[in-house]
């Protein structure tokens, strides 16, 4: 049987040629051997992966930012901080990035595909509506969530489980009402961000939901916060569309995070969130690639996860709007 389930890949995102930095283009070759070996890349929809325009960016990201990487990306490039660095074909692939984000939410409104994968790189979760950081540049997820809206999905939900805390994606929403944006991570931990108590401002008031858990924190206080928290969060929000920020990076064998988390939790947190888009967006849902810096990990973390989309199937009911 056909799956309604697109992987959203291309050789564009090797050219933000890294080098040895942890952020590098093996990750995303990993995943595309893994996925081979699998068997997984066939009997699928297709969805092109093509670069975001400067409206699609704009809903989310200062135009000063913008040209401030434009202009870094065309003199050469350089280092925005001591993380990230841009290269003159940098910014090109961060907008293939977002754009193939944006082709999968079209794909979805066009009943082509009910879930996406976009295995793009660099991540993008801590890029802030004003500064690129934390090996960001532009925000694909935020990017996405506002392009759902402005095709009318009204409620969003995100959902990011990196080990570090996706500060990016919480200073564009943080404000908002129609995004849901709830992260669990490592605390303390690179940005810094990410308290109990920043759950949003003004109409945004209790739409960011930040679960902060400790170094060495494992498959049990993942699920179960998971659980607890962020599901009656998402059941009581009721969104129309659902984005995960997918990171790996707090598997037991990063080299980056601090946590304990195995495969098998992984697989089960894409499980509750595929019950979810179920439950409140008739199936849709889409992954994007965040951190994960062990390779192998990374790359069986996201196999799994396809798997898992693959057999999301039907949803049982509608909420209305």
Same mark, same amino acid.
């Given at each position: ?11 564009? !995102? ?15 070759? &990993? ?50 901080? &001591? ?26 409104? *066009? ?5 996406? !994968? ?13 500064? $690129? ?39 564009? !929403? ?8 709830? $992260? ?12 109990? *108590? ?47 920020? &997918? ?18 939790? !992984? ?10 888009? &179920? ?41 209305? $709007?």
């Amino acid at each position: 049987m056909r799956s309604r389930t697109a992987i959203l890949r291309s050789t564009a !995102f090797l050219k933000h040629d890294t080098g040895d930095h942890p952020e590098r283009a093996s990750r995303v070759i &990993a995943i595309d051997c893994e996925l081979e070996r699998r068997h997984l890349l066939g009997n699928r929809p297709s969805v092109a992966c093509s670069p975001a325009v400067d409206a699609g960016i704009l809903r989310v990201h200062a135009p000063e930012m913008l040209a401030r990487l434009e202009s870094l990306a065309a003199t050469g490039g350089g280092w925005l901080d &001591a993380d990230t660095v841009v290269l003159p074909e940098s910014v090109d692939v961060a907008r293939m990035a977002a754009g193939a984000a944006i082709n999968a939410l079209n794909a979805m409104l *066009d009943r082509r595909i009910d879930r996406a !994968f976009v295995i793009g790189r660099p991540p993008g979760h801590h890029a802030t509506r004003r500064h $690129s950081m934390g090996f960001c540049l532009l925000n694909t997820a935020a990017i996405a969530a506002a392009h759902a809206i402005q095709r009318g999905f009204e409620r969003v939900a995100i959902l990011d489980w990196d080990v570090h805390h996706g500060n990016g994606t919480q200073d564009i !929403f943080y404000g908002r009402r129609d995004v849901l944006y709830c $992260s669990l991570h490592q605390s303390p931990l690179y940005p810094g961000s990410g308290e109990n *108590d920043e759950t949003g401002a003004g109409e945004g008031k209790g739409y960011t939901i930040n679960i902060p858990l400790p170094a060495g924190a494992g498959d049990r206080r993942f699920l179960d916060s998971l659980r607890s928290t962020v599901v009656p969060a998402i059941d009581r929000f009721a969104p129309r569309m659902l984005i995960i920020s &997918a990171g790996y990076d707090a598997h037991v064998e990063d080299p980056i995070g601090g946590m304990r988390v195995t495969e098998p939790s !992984f697989r089960e947190m894409m499980e509750v969130a595929v019950d979810l888009a &179920a439950r409140h967006c008739q199936g849709k849902l889409i992954a994007i690639l965040e951190g994960g810096y062990k390779a192998s990990a990374l790359a069986r973390c996201v196999a799994d996860a396809i798997e898992v989309l693959d057999l999301g199937g039907e949803p049982r009911h509608d909420h209305g $709007s």
